[in-house]
């Protein structure tokens, strides 16, 4: 335990804030690469954890404290990593930091906000709404500093947050920098996208409007999501009062996913609670090939499963039509223990989409073998590389946890050798 | 140390614009009982100016800083000034944010929250951590299945001494019985040799790595980082000092006798453990009659997700089946190996598994709820099952019938018994006296000498699974220093197994590491303050040896409290229970928060209602309204505690005799499913609160002057009504008749 | 549980039809993706999930009369978005071939069109039976002068040859689908209903290619199909007025060199609608290889033969417009060896869905299933 060196942490989601701030409070130091804006990933913007119904931004506000309160760990957002080389205990790694706009002078006072005048696609609340260019993602985000999206904002032409921010925090001119590290270990937790639905098109992913995914599901039923948390359907905002949920919307399809995406059964089951708790008289239906919900998790689809307001019918969907009028939706199913297909029209459908190792798309450099459906192969990564979470398999935030924690231990093994 | 003040007012963020700064210095200098001088304000305090201007105080000897500005949930890096006490006062997000600009409102809740940070600072003193002498960083590791084997093994490469215990002759547990393991990596279509062998050998060559097998745990003794641990073998014992513990004593597999209904003692039925075994020898036959299985039936969920039995999902059995199937199918290329499931699960990439064994011809699966075993000819025997994808009632002739059964933690049967010493302790010690005579007493895994029992806790409904209770934070657990992993905690796979054991050798470094500094650990790992509690007047009521959630206190022989410090999770519940008052921290006090209680201006025509909210959750949701510019009932002022459970009832009376008209408790949920990370703070909080109101109605006071309100982070949009609520319903009963002296 | 089915699973069943072209079967995983897309099962009982799952468990009694797998036109929906890649449109058309072997009679022709290995005994016995026939009537030769195929092959010859043959292969045909309307009543329980009525119905479905039109993924099977199928019925006829013109008037054959007679340029224009389709039929297996699989041997097989009798019959009469008689001859007599085994082979090859599609169309309409 000579000289302490450095680990390197690179995704701020729950994965990676859990590897960083473990690590850190075993005593090494921790360097953290988030590509956002912002740390929380996707569970920030989850509504409730399955099974126990808590808030996630609970675990995220401690985890945040702990950061605080830690003079170890240091965070780059809106980074990237650009170079990986060298060997365990010495790695050379360079980031690109892409400008923030906002310096740390920032209140958060909102006034930058108010002002600027460029709306577009809240990508937060999967687009399910807009934001404007100046912006935080949500109001209990971390670091709790504004950021101006380079894409959208319009730039000196404009400028009118520059003029209404009192506290010069604001800068324009803000250019790509890079840094270099040299660190001992390097974590993977880059995360997971859901599957593009657009993909499935006798699901009328992308096409109907009142086909959602489960992840802008948990978007509409959070308070800091586009509606407040009340529960509309896209279309015409109406409260929707029954809606059906489509288990393997991508996953285990080998057209799509082949894999299971773990999660989407729980998630499914745990939605179904959201909108029978905000419509008592609504009713719910889920579609499933097999209903996945291990260890104590059974007893959380017990607990639904005897809901009279939710059906569970075994049996894939596969076809999807809008009814252009109503904007109601038709699906097609076979109840497969009665032998009997049936059509059905809902005011709403939700498609439990699969998780995608956000390594399918946007590779990590540096030389890291990947599985054709893009997860990173634990047993092929150097000495010193450890990929967490669901960059190996889709696990739940509970799993990630346990292999955030546990690949802590690893790092301080490569830093301490 | 001498206390040198330095008051400062942010005029940033709206605050300047909300509230008369003149008045407030006044009000603050002559409440607060500070110079007027020494109180000073900035356009913008964050700024490099403004911050500028504290560090120049700082360098002129200012120790004692009272800032206020913003909440102390941001601008963290900028406002912090080690070795200095730091009191921030929220006037951003409760004065500037929440309230009507330059009214009297405004101003007189300025005033309020300055003038209790400013007593804070007073009553406050800079912490300096207590370090326990000749801390061990040893881990102790029991259970040598896969769990514990990982756990040793990354403990140890990590540099740190670890002890192993094993109850049997042999490490590896269920790992070393299997004859092949599912696939763990890409293709994930093989079956794999079991690795445990090479992990053994590992843990039994490695330098930092001391076995002991056929061993159990006498007795564990002492608190983290000095914990004596008594080590019984072949009747002999030692004792070895550890820091830590982690404890995967892993499963047994559920008592197949209660099967009957599926056939078991039937001689050609078997479980999943059984046809291990038999695979393992070589040979798939019957035991009947030693002929070679060609006909093989898996019943899965045999025992689990049976409300009868385990109400839960064993997680790995389908993968286990699919994996024995293959066993039949390998033996013999006419054989068939039938699988008649619930549901399949094998999750995440396992089902690339599932897909390949599914291709397989003589693998045949079908949904199904079995509803017996009834006996064929020729020692064969059938499966019947009902609601099946073949038909509605069906029975399929097999010649050997596997069930897959599931798992029991082995935390389980000592839970058991020590509920049912609770229950019968309950009923008197008659009752008890009885049970311990009658009940025969279960293998104990940690044999704890704590006050509050030998075993870790288990939560409500969880079957005695040592489960933490929360999904961010997996390692969390009720006795400090003490970790389970793998299956004593959740059914899981052994892969999963050792990495759940690596991130509990994690929490178990981290602990040893802390005390050595005399830091916390989780939630609070940075605190270093710590109870310091005025013995004197220590009455030996025990409330704080009962109340405390993590088992901290321990009583000597004369029945005297005294603090096991390492095993302290400061949470300040033992402050709260303290009929005396007796217990402090450094920056954390009953005479502090009552202090600032009692400071509170009250109004003769005003109402005032106190509302203690828990900094974890509460406090944060109150800022996110704030963020939202929700206004903010102006009669509440909110006051953060470390949780609910270390609110003390003295502050109750403390308001109430100022003319305080009511106090709210703003706290998490409990229950079940309780979300608070010191276990039962607002429940705590709750009770005493239900004690108080006899204590009201004796001063004629209305009980419902006080309430408790469960509150998660994420109901900050609700929480200003539930607060304007609570406000009406005092304002209803009226003013506090005490107002008036 | 007295009541209770017992299920006797049949392992060489399973490869049976694996080994038939549905070696996808076991990845099915009973999702039923595939009852959902298709566009011609019924909502009741549908089909083809609960046919791949019996497949599976190789229950090979539930087949016996079961009309679902010959409702199934293998438009390949299914396959396209089954998740599994389990092709159930394969696994059909394996069990299909499975179901006929079952009904049709001598096994041994049966085992001609299914085993790849015998397949040189699909045209070696017509050719050897032809040429010996051909050879004993005097004319297996090539003639001097004008081509002209009643030289080679009289008209008489031809009927007292073809004739029957076609009506063998039509009465195992019907035979087999006796037996199975039989089964199908028994299996299902059903035994009466309005039978004119569902034929005439049937009929007027066959002829509009409706359930063709039905398909999503391989839409452009109807328009092939359509001119295989009018095709032949072209070809029928005008093989029928040509009887009538000969045999019957006393005519001359409306086919002769030089003569472009209405019967003639219409029977050309149903070669040339086999010839398209059949071309097309090829292309689209090939064009949806990657999702849907070429198709098995089985399917091959039939799809040579028409192929190989349209584009022989039209080269043949090429050649003798331009008087090539070395080679038209030839040509010639593949023609006829061709034809001679897609008569010999009707109800055992792929051809023989004519039977069992038709009468399980009917049946549906038979027993009411069809009603939505």
Same mark, same amino acid.
């Given at each position: 335990m000579a000289d302490k060196k450095k680990v390197l942490v690179i995704g701020g989601g729950f994965s990676g804030l859990t590897a960083a701030v473990e690590t850190a409070e075993a005593g090494s130091d921790v360097v953290i690469v988030e590509k956002t804006a912002f740390l929380g990933g996707r569970v920030a913007q989850l509504n409730k954890y399955f099974?126990?119904?808590?808030?996630?931004n609970c675990g995220l506000e401690i985890n945040f404290k702990r950061i605080k309160n830690n003079a170890d760990i240091t965070i780059y957002t809106l980074a990237e990593v650009e170079s990986i080389s060298g060997q365990e205990g010495n790695f050379n790694v360079t980031v690109k930091l892409h400008p923030r706009f906002v310096n740390d002078k920032c209140t958060a006072c909102n006034a930058c906000n108010e002002v600027c005048p460029v709306e577009m696609p809240n990508e937060f609340n999967y687009g399910l709404d807009k934001t404007k %260019? %100046?912006?935080? #993602?949500? #109001?209990?985000?971390?670091?709790?500093t504004y950021v101006i999206d380079g894409k959208h904002c319009k730039g000196k032409a404009c400028a009118k947050c520059v003029e209404v921010c009192k506290y010069d925090a604001i800068d324009l001119d803000m250019k790509p920098e890079t840094v270099s590290l040299n660190v001992a270990a390097i974590v993977l937790a880059t995360g997971w996208e859901s599957y593009d639905i657009s993909k499935l098109d006798n699901l009328g992913g992308g096409r109907i409007k009142n086909v959602i995914t489960n992840m802008q599901m948990e978007r509409l039923a959070s308070q800091n999501g586009p509606t407040g948390g009340k529960i509309l359907r896209?279309?015409?905002g109406k409260e929707p009062k029954n809606i059906a949920f489509v288990q393997c919307a991508g996953s285990r399809d080998e057209n799509h996913l082949p894999y299971c995406s773990y999660i989407c059964c729980m998630a499914s089951l745990k939605q179904a609670t959201y909108l029978r708790e905000q419509y008592p008289d609504s009713k719910v239906s889920i579609f499933y090939i097999d209903m996945r919900t291990p260890g104590r998790y059974e007893q959380f689809y017990w607990k639904v499963k005897d809901d009279p307001g939710v059906t569970l019918t075994k049996g894939k969907v596969a076809k999807i039509t809008e009814d252009?009028?109503? @904007?109601d939706v038709e699906l097609v199913v076979e109840d497969v223990l009665a032998n009997n297909r049936i059509t059905e029209k809902y005011d709403m459908v939700v498609l439990a989409a699969g998780m995608v190792p956000s390594t399918k798309d946007s590779k990590i450099p540096g030389e890291i073998s990947y599985t054709?459906? @893009?997860?990173?192969v634990p047993a092929f990564l150097k000495k010193g590389m450890f990929a967490v979470g669901s960059l190996k398999s889709p696990v739940d935030v509970a799993r990630s946890v346990q292999d955030a924690t546990g690949v802590a231990i690893k790092t301080i093994q490569s830093s301490r050798r | 140390m001498e206390k040198k003040y330095g008051v400062y007012l942010c005029k940033g963020c709206g605050i300047g614009e909300a509230v008369d700064l003149e008045k407030l210095k006044t009000r603050a200098a002559l409440k607060g009982k500070v110079p007027a001088d020494i109180i000073k304000e900035h356009q913008v305090l964050c700024s490099p100016e403004g911050l500028e201007l504290i560090k120049n105080d700082i360098k002129e000897g200012t120790n004692t800083l009272i800032i206020g500005a913003c909440s102390p949930r941001v601008k963290t890096d900028e406002f912090d000034f080690p070795g200095a006490i730091t009191e921030r006062v929220n006037l951003r997000e409760f004065v500037a944010w929440t309230a009507e600009p330059m009214s009297d409102d405004a101003q007189s809740i300025a005033n309020d929250y300055m003038v209790m940070g400013i007593i804070k600072a007073q009553k406050g003193d800079l912490p300096e951590p207590s370090i326990l002498p000749d801390l061990s960083t040893a881990l102790l590791v029991v259970g040598g299945g896969a769990a514990g084997l990982s756990a040793a093994l990354e403990a140890a490469n990590a540099g740190y001494q670890v002890v192993l215990v094993e109850k049997e002759a042999e490490l590896g547990g269920w790992g070393a019985k299997l004859y092949k393991e599912t696939p763990r990596s890409h293709p994930f279509e093989k079956l794999e040799e079991p690795k445990i062998f090479d992990k053994i050998k590992e843990v039994e060559a490695h330098q930092n790595i001391k076995v002991f097998k056929s061993s159990v745990i006498e007795k564990t003794d002492g608190q983290p980082g000095l914990l004596d641990v008594t080590i019984g073998k072949n009747g002999s014992s030692e004792t070895v000092k550890v820091g830590a513990v982690i404890m995967a004593t892993g499963w047994k597999p559920y008592d197949a006798s209660k099967l009957e209904h599926l056939g078991y003692g039937k001689p050609n039925v078997i479980t999943n453990v059984q046809m291990e075994e038999m695979a393992k020898k070589g040979k798939i036959t019957?035991?009947?009659?030693g002929k070679e299985a060609k006909k093989v039936a898996f019943i899965q969920c045999a025992g689990s997700r049976d409300a009868n039995h385990l109400p839960y999902c064993s997680s790995f059995c389908c993968a286990t089946s699919l994996k024995q199937a293959k066993y039949v199918r390998e033996k013999s290329d006419d054989a068939i190996a039938m699988i008649f499931y619930k549901d399949i699960r094998t999750p995440g990439q396992t089902e690339l598994f599932y897909k390949s064994m599914q291709n397989d011809p003589g693998v045949l699966l079908t949904k199904a709820e079995v509803t017996g075993i009834s006996d064929a000819p020729n020692g064969n025997l059938y499966v019947e099952a009902d609601n099946t994808l073949l038909g509605e009632k069906i029975k399929v002739e097999a010649d050997l019938v596997v069930l897959a059964t599931g798992i029991v933690p082995s935390t389980r049967a000592p839970q058991e018994y020590l509920d049912g010493l609770t229950e019968a302790g309950k009923k008197g010690d008659e009752a008890k006296k009885v049970y311990l005579e009658s009940t025969p007493k279960p293998e104990f895994i940690l044999n704890l000498a704590y006050k509050q029992g030998p075993e870790i806790p288990t939560l409500e409904n969880a079957y005695g699974f040592a489960d933490s209770g929360f999904i961010c934070f997996q390692y969390e657990t009720r006795r400090t220093g003490i970790y389970a992993a793998g299956c004593v905690k959740q059914p899981m796979t052994m892969a999963d197994a050792a990495e759940d054991a690596a991130g509990a050798a994690l929490k178990a470094i981290q602990c040893v590491e802390h005390v050595a500094k005399g830091i916390a650990v989780h939630p609070r790992a940075w605190d270093i303050t710590f109870p310091d509690p005025l013995m004197i007047k220590c009455t030996s009521c025990k409330r704080c040896t009962e109340e405390c959630p993590f088992s901290a206190i321990e009583e000597d022989e004369k029945g005297t409290p005294f603090y096991k410090l390492n095993r302290c999770r400061r949470c300040g519940t033992c402050m709260g229970a303290c009929p005396e008052r007796i217990v402090s921290f450094k920056d954390f006090s009953v005479d502090m928060v009552g202090t600032m209680i009692k400071s509170i201006e009250v109004d003769e025509d005003e109402f005032r209602i106190i509302v203690l909210a828990c900094e974890n959750d509460a406090y944060p949701a109150l800022d996110s309204a704030a963020i939202k510019r929700i206004k903010l009932n102006p009669k509440v002022r909110i006051i953060p505690v470390r949780c609910l459970g270390s609110m003390n009832l003295v502050w109750v009376s403390d308001g109430f005799s100022r003319g305080i008209d009511g106090m709210m408790l703003l706290g998490c949920k409990y229950g079940e499913n309780y979300q608070c990370h010191f276990i039962k703070g607002s429940e705590l909080a709750n009770y005493r609160f239900s004690k108080v109101k006899e204590t009201l109605d004796k001063l004629q006071l209305e009980s419902d002057r006080c309430q408790l309100v469960q509150v998660a982070i994420n109901e900050y949009d609700k929480l200003p009504e539930m607060i304007n609520d609570f406000v009406e319903r005092v304002e209803e009963i009226g003013p506090n008749p005490f107002k008036e002296f | 549980m007295a009541d209770a089915t017992v299920v006797k699973p049949d392992l060489d069943f399973v490869k049976g039809v694996i080994a038939a072209g549905g070696e996808s079967l076991k990845k099915c995983y009973q999702c039923a993706t595939c009852t959902v897309v298709c566009n011609v099962t019924p909502d009741k009982n549908p089909f083809p999930r609960k046919e791949m799952l019996w497949a599976q468990w190789g229950l090979k009694e539930k087949f016996q009369g079961n009309p679902d797998v010959w409702l199934c036109h293998q438009c390949n929906d299914c396959t396209a978005y089954c998740p599994r890649g389990a092709k159930p449109g394969e696994v059909l058309g394996a069990i299909r071939k499975q179901t006929i072997k079952q009904y049709s009679a001598p096994g041994a022709l049966v085992d001609i069109v299914n085993k790849k290995a015998l397949m040189p005994l699909i045209f070696i016995i017509p050719a050897v039976l032809l040429a010996v026939l051909l050879s004993a009537a005097g004319t297996f030769k090539i003639h001097e002068g004008d081509v002209i195929f009643s030289k080679f092959a009289s008209t008489h010859f031809l009927q007292f040859v073809f004739t029957p043959v076609l009506l063998f292969g039509i009465a195992v045909g019907v035979m087999g689908m006796r037996k199975f309307w039989a089964d199908m009543k028994q299996t299902n329980k059903v035994y009466s209903g309005d039978l004119m009525a569902s034929v005439t119905a049937t009929l007027k479905d066959i002829a509009g290619h409706k359930k063709f039109k039905e398909c999503d993924v391989s839409a452009d099977r109807f328009t092939s199909h359509f001119l295989v199928f009018y095709g032949f019925v072209a070809a029928a006829i005008a093989t029928a007025i040509g009887v009538l013109y000969i045999d019957i008037l006393g005519l001359e054959s409306p086919f002769r060199i030089g003569y472009g007679t209405p019967v003639k340029i219409f029977g050309n224009i149903g070669a040339i609608g086999i010839i398209v389709g059949v071309i097309l039929m090829m292309s689209n297996r090939f064009k949806n290889a990657e999702k849907l699989g070429v198709g098995s041997y089985f399917d091959w097989l039939l799809l040579s033969i028409i192929a190989i009798v349209g584009i022989s019959g039209f080269l043949a009469q090429l050649l003798r417009m331009v008087s090539v008689a070395p080679i038209a001859y030839p040509v010639y007599f593949i023609h006829l060896v061709f034809v001679f085994s897609l008569f010999l082979y009707l109800p055992f090859s792929k051809l023989a869905h004519m039977f069992y599609r038709g009468a399980a169309i009917c049946f549906n309409k038979y027993s009411g299933r069809e009603v939505k």
């Open positions: 099974p126990k119904l808590c808030p996630p %260019a %100046a912006y935080i #993602n949500h #109001n209990q985000t971390f670091p709790f896209p279309s015409d252009t009028k109503t @904007g054709h459906e @893009g997860f990173v | 019957r035991p009947s009659d | -």
